[in-house]
T-cell receptor, first 111, second 116 residues
């Protein structure tokens, strides 16, 4: 069945470092792909999405490109900030009526 | 920006008690969801709801769970007889279209349930 796999955390980086969080998916066809973020003590927020192959989603300096050749949707940011410390979830639709999440990657940014 | 609101933000209940978690989805949305996240674990799908009926439910959503949209604005999750393992953050979510269309699903801030 459809599934999403993302890199294990936690990931610890210094401020201004380059970030990559890997996400690969297994799906029938070419579903939309999402990154959600959960800041400490808060709910899930959509960070970015891509609705078709080769699309690039971007928001708040984060980017992810939908690559069907490698079935990947890796999240990147060129220069992270302490405020980016959060848990990041890759997600995709499963069936018609829901999305499923990866296990989440906790990101710690050190000042 | 419109948002999904949930109450209570935190509830402590004794094992075996009934709990109702409440949600007000975004007003023009048609698809409603409950997810849960046990501390430190992944976000798990519980149930989706459309046109006043359950459209899909997971294995977690057994006979102890039920959902209802009693008045056209609220969307509730009831746990009939809580167990210790029901302790989790419960997220309500809503969307204007089916998930497969790529439309964004909006989540509330969650209701933290602690069963003691």
């Amino acid at each position: 069945g459809d599934s999403v796999t993302q890199m294990e955390g936690p990931v610890t980086l210094s401020e201004e470092a380059f970030l990559t969080i890997n996400c690969t998916y297994t799906a029938t066809g070419y579903p939309s792909l999402f990154w959600y973020v959960q800041y400490p003590g808060e709910g899930l927020q959509l960070l970015l999405k891509a609705t078709k192959a080769d699309d690039k989603g971007s928001n708040k300096g984060f980017e992810a490109t939908y690559r069907k050749e490698t079935t990947s949707f890796h999240l990147e940011k060129g220069s992270v900030q302490v405020s980016d410390s959060a848990v990041y979830f890759c997600a995709l639709p499963q069936g018609d009526d829901k999305i499923i999440f990866g296990k989440g990657t906790r990101l710690h940014i050190l000042p | 920006e419109p948002e999904v609101t949930q109450t209570p933000s935190h509830q402590v209940t004794q094992m075996g008690q009934e709990v109702i978690l409440r949600c007000v989805p975004i007003s023009n949305h048609l698809y409603f969801y409950w997810y849960r996240q046990i501390l430190g674990q992944k976000v798990e799908f519980l149930v989706s709801f459309y046109n006043n009926e359950i459209s899909e439910k997971s294995e977690i959503f057994d006979d102890q769970f039920s959902v209802e949209r009693p008045d056209g604005s609220n969307f509730t999750l009831k746990i009939r007889s809580t167990k210790l393992e029901d302790s989790a953050m419960y997220f309500c979510a809503s969307s204007g279209e089916q998930a497969i269309s790529g439309n964004t699903i909006y989540f509330g801030e969650g209701s933290w349930l602690t069963v003691v």
